[in-house]
């Protein structure tokens, strides 16, 4: 088990690229979610999969913003056109599912990124 | 619908004193809780969970929290602080049901000074 992890670590981009990050989950985590973590906030939830279905997304999740989860592995976030609004830290985290004495979330390092 | 109070964004202890942590949440269902852990520039460690066992909950590195339900609380203390404790601290709630999103609510947390 080498826990979650998240590619790149940090990025700065400039307004209107594009960006992608991944996350690879701990392997048996049928479940995969994305948060944001603005200074200052707690992270804020934007999407999770349960194997490759993304089930469900927030609000903050515009447009610009989509996620894959391929084959039920890792998973990608990708932002179009980027904002500076849209400098954090995304994180990644991986569970078994809701409902069991297991769930709990376990959370990748972070993809801090800046959007100059 | 759920959510975290944190009461306190900076909390201040000497070392060798008494960590305490508060947290309120709200839950129209039964909640699962956790508290959470975050150095600078890290991802989150889970500290504790709370699911629907004891309600007296021990955690890593000495820190304990206990569910109150009458109290709609999930306080985390540590009978004596090292500096080694400072860092941010998220308190995290969500539903327990089998099929629910499972994504976890946080507050906006609390930072833990510790001085010598």
């Known amino acids: 088990d080498t826990g979650v992890s998240q590619n790149p670590r940090h990025k700065i981009t400039k307004r209107g690229q594009n960006v992608t990050f991944r996350c690879d989950p701990i392997?048996?985590?049928?479940?995969l979610y994305w948060y944001r973590q603005t200074l200052g906030q707690g992270p804020e939830f934007l999407t999770y999969f349960q194997n490759e279905a993304q089930l469900e997304k927030s609000r903050l999740l515009s447009d610009r913003f989509s996620a894959e989860r391929p084959k039920g592995s890792f998973s990608t976030l990708e932002i179009q056109r980027t904002e500076q609004g849209d400098s954090a830290m995304y994180l990644c985290?991986?569970?078994?599912?809701?409902?069991?004495?297991?769930?709990?979330?376990?959370f990748g390092p972070g993809t801090r990124l800046t959007v100059t | 619908a759920q959510s975290v109070t944190q009461l306190g964004s900076h909390v201040s202890v000497s070392e060798g004193a008494l960590v305490l942590l508060r947290c309120n949440y709200s839950?129209?269902?039964?909640?699962?809780l956790f508290w959470y852990v975050q150095y600078p520039n890290q991802g989150l460690q889970l500290l504790l969970k709370y699911t629907s066992a004891a309600t007296l909950v021990k955690g890593i590195n000495g820190f304990e929290a206990e569910f109150k339900k009458s109290e709609t609380s999930f306080h985390l203390t540590k009978p004596s602080a090292h500096m080694s404790d400072a860092a941010e601290y998220f308190c995290?709630?969500?539903?327990?049901?089998?099929?629910?999103?499972?994504?976890?609510?946080f507050g906006k947390g609390t930072k833990l000074s510790v001085k010598p």
């Open positions: 995290a709630v969500t539903g327990d049901a089998i099929g629910s999103q499972g994504n976890l609510i």
């Open positions: 392997s048996e985590h049928n479940r």
């Open positions: 985290a991986s569970s078994l599912r809701p409902g069991t004495d297991a769930y709990e979330q376990y």
């Open positions: 839950s129209s269902v039964p909640p699962y």
